[in-house]
Nanobody
């Protein structure tokens, strides 16, 4: 089994900061790309940022210069440092990890999702 457990969400005022964490655990051979997505009420889920196993990063234009994604491979953890938060950043944030696993002698590569953490930016 695999679990992705997110933490760090909450309520913050505009201009404030939050740091999200997502730790992967379970029977994992290798973690490939990891990323953060968000979904606001009435909107589709969108990619916020992702990071390859080698550390290459990609951001949606609306968060460039404000958010930073990083990962600690020794801890199987991905982080999202969010600065200068705006009300439009309010959403449920989900982490995703692309994992290589072996179960019962069968290899697989697929995406796994966390349960989501709420981020609310408001006075």
């Amino acid at each position: 089994q695999v679990q992705l457990v997110e933490s760090g969400g909450g309520l913050v005022q505009p201009g404030g900061s939050l740091r999200l964490s997502c730790a992967a655990s379970g029977s994992i051979f290798r973690i490939n790309a990891m990323g953060w997505y968000r979904q606001a009420p009435g909107k589709e889920r969108e990619l916020v940022a992702d990071i390859s196993s080698g550390g290459s990063t990609n951001y949606v234009d609306s968060v460039k210069g404000r958010f930073t994604i990083s990962r600690d491979n020794a801890k199987n953890t991905v982080y999202l440092q969010m600065n200068s938060l705006k009300p439009e950043d309010t959403a449920v944030y989900y982490c995703k990890a692309n994992l290589d696993r072996q179960e019962g002698g069968v290899w697989s590569r697929r995406d796994y999702w966390g349960q989501g953490t709420q981020v609310t930016v408001s006075f």
